[in-house]
């Protein structure tokens, strides 16, 4: 599962399921907020300046060419989510510079798109709009979520899952990461094993250690050249 991946930088009569569902509009009390990463205030900055919002989406698909339980896969998706708090932050306007923080965990909807009546006739096109439509459409940076799946059905044995992301939480190295984790995650659901541990170092582990470096002069003489 999941061992084929296509790597992307940023009509026929498909079926398809909902949207994917908006988490709470604010922040609840007591939430953690810390600043950017300077990488992500640039991001962050960029998105409030320009109107080609597709900049910095990341799009990653994985081809499934084996049998393939959606409920299986939507509740590893579940857990994926609750694994990694990067996928469940959210970005904030303050007095001063830009925070984030995490959202409580959140159900992804699986986006299920069945053309499997039309891939004799022009599967290829329709998924090339599909792909197309997944690596423009926007994300609020404000209320997220960051990251977005669809699944599409080319007949029962192959499925095409698209992920989407934004920079602002991911990289090119990192989204290959997360689909291994995914894998993972069904291969245990799928066999009734327990779930590997998840990893231990977070991205606020990173932003943190930079704010530090940058506060302790470190930088100062990069920064006067």
């Known amino acids: ?27 609840p ?3 953690d907020h810390w600043r950017l990463s300077s990488g992500q205030e640039r991001m962050w900055l960029i998105d409030k300046l ?24 939507q509740a590893s998706l579940l857990a994926l989510i609750g694994r990694h708090d990067v996928l469940r932050l959210r970005f904030q306007e303050t ?19 069945d053309i499997s009546a039309s891939v004799a006739s022009g599967g290829e096109a329709l998924l090339a709009r599909y792909r197309a439509q997944e690596m423009t ?25 698209m992920v989407t992301q934004h920079h602002i939480i991911s990289d090119g190295w990192s989204i290959a990461l997360m689909l291994k984790d995914l894998a993972d995650i069904y291969h245990a659901f799928s066999t009734a094993q327990e779930l590997p541990p998840p990893a231990a170092a977070a991205y606020r ?20 050249y």
Not at 50 to 60: Q, R, S
Not at 205 to 224: C, I, N, P, V, Y
């Open 1 to 27: 599962l999941l061992a084929k991946y296509r790597d992307t930088e940023s009509t026929a009569s498909p079926q398809e399921t909902g949207p994917m569902p908006t988490p709470p509009a604010h922040v």
């Open 29 to 31: 009390a007591g939430s």
């Open 50 to 73: 320009v109107d080609v919002k597709e900049l910095y989406h990341l799009y990653i698909e994985a081809e499934i060419d084996d049998e393939l339980s959606v409920s299986i896969l």
């Open 95 to 113: 007095d001063g510079p830009p925070v984030q923080a995490i959202c409580p965990a959140w159900l992804p909807n699986l986006s299920l798109v």
């Open 137 to 161: 459409s926007p994300f609020n940076l404000e209320t997220g979520p960051h990251i977005r799946f669809k699944l599409m059905k080319l007949d029962d044995r192959r499925h095409v899952l």
């Open 205 to 224: 582990d990173f932003t943190d250690s930079e704010r530090a470096q940058l506060a302790s002069g470190k930088f100062d003489e990069h920064r006067r």
